[in-house]
């Protein structure tokens, strides 16, 4: 059985062959290397394995690298920071939102409440005044009388 | 055996080479990459591919060969070196157009096992044919205890 390992290297829509090793460990090491350089979005290891007595050849991915993997999983992860972070502001910003409200509220129900007093005291003198000038003319009308 | 040689040489060409498919010869600087430098070897396809000329060779490999190789085609490298093992697939990297490192074993001349591995990396001066490869190896004795 004869065995080799291909790194390949995947960029602009397909895979090519970049280096060739006759031993596992040094494939894979290279390949980690080079996908954690960054350089190509893509990177695996293909073990090619050959029977002569059988004249077969097998092909086995043991190692895939990518980069557009280790950025998504970077990008879920903000995505999930961002959501946390607005649920926390709106949270924060409803519980401002009803304070002030309570505090509207309040100082509405204080207002109504003067005004109310205001009006009741303005009809209490109003009557009054009524019943004055009634007293007045019902005293001139006696003297005249 | 010794993977660290063939990761640094395929960082550096890696860096060589940047956004381009492959390095030049001209990029290749044994002063960037003194610590390994003795393991490497340049050579130059463009004159005869079938027997390619090694145009620089690092001390260590000069060494196990027991003589100057420098300027000499590959055909009068001396077989049971670590340089010749190495020298076996440069074939498959014109051929495919990438790095290929591997590994292996041979008896040298004095019976005594020795365990290899090289990497040969495809150069080009204009970015598309393979003119020249970079090469290196590293070896270990087997252990007969």
Sequence with gaps: MITAFELQTYNEGKWKIDSIFDDRQLALFEAKRLAESGRFP???VVQESYDAEKDKTDFRIIYKGSRTDDENTKAQRRERKVKSELAAQRKSAEQVTAVKKRVAANAKQQADSNQWYLML???AGGLGFV???ILYALHILNQVM | ????????????WRHLAGEKEFPSIDEIDASDIPEIWPNCFLLDSSGNPDDPVLMDIGDQLQKDLGGDAKGKPI???INESLLSAALG?????A???VPISLGGEYTKNDGTQVLYRSIILPLSGDGENIDKFFGAANSRLVSTS
Excluded: P, W
């Design chain 1, 42 to 44: 893509g990177v695996r």
């Design chain 1, 121 to 123: 005291a303005l009809k």
């Design chain 1, 131 to 133: 019943a004055l000038a």
């Design chain 2, 1 to 12: 055996m010794e993977r660290r040689l063939v990761l640094r040489v395929l960082n550096y």
């Design chain 2, 75 to 77: 055909s009068e490298v």
């Design chain 2, 89 to 93: 697939h440069y074939r498959q990297v």
């Design chain 2, 95 to 97: 051929t495919k157009k």
